[in-house]
């Protein structure tokens, strides 16, 4: 049966689940690494304004040295690491919910844009980033001919 994401599952879970693909090794990498959280690490909204694009992105439960923004042939990666401290009392847990590791995203935006010109703000979970509106050079796609002989 298909259900909204509301009651927990995706709305398509079962329509892709099967004859198509069996993920159930998938899904147990998965959950290794995020949990039952992976879908709410690093929600963005991207919004057009006038002369840049806004990003905003959530990472909760991360602070501002977790995070690392970098610029690389026109790829913008956001990428967050929470290691697991020290563990100052003895005893082991019983149930743990709160997320440890690493994730990442990468955004293509352009050769153009320099990392200079890149403006971020993390407060509150919440990562901002300006990036300004750079004109694409024009590709002039040249035609190529083949001689023909004859």
Request: net charge negative.
């Amino acid at each position: 049966m298909l259900t909204p994401s509301i009651f927990g599952r995706d709305m398509f879970d079962d329509f892709l689940g099967f004859p198509f693909y069996d993920g159930k090794d998938f899904k147990k990498i998965e959950k290794k690494l995020y949990g039952s959280r992976d879908k709410n690490l690093m929600k963005t909204d991207v919004k057009e304004q006038e002369g840049s694009y806004e990003l905003e992105m959530d990472l909760p439960g991360f602070q501002k040295d977790d995070v690392k923004v970098s610029l690389e042939n026109g790829y913008l990666t956001v990428s967050a690491e929470k290691e697991e401290g020290e563990e100052k009392e003895a005893g082991k847990y019983i149930r743990r919910e709160r997320y440890v590791g690493k994730c990442q995203r990468t955004f293509y935006i352009g050769e153009e844009v320099e990392q200079e010109d890149i403006k971020g703000e993390f407060k509150h979970g919440i990562l901002k980033l300006s990036i300004p509106k750079k004109e694409c050079r024009p590709v002039v796609e040249e035609k190529k001919y083949i001689p023909i002989e004859g």
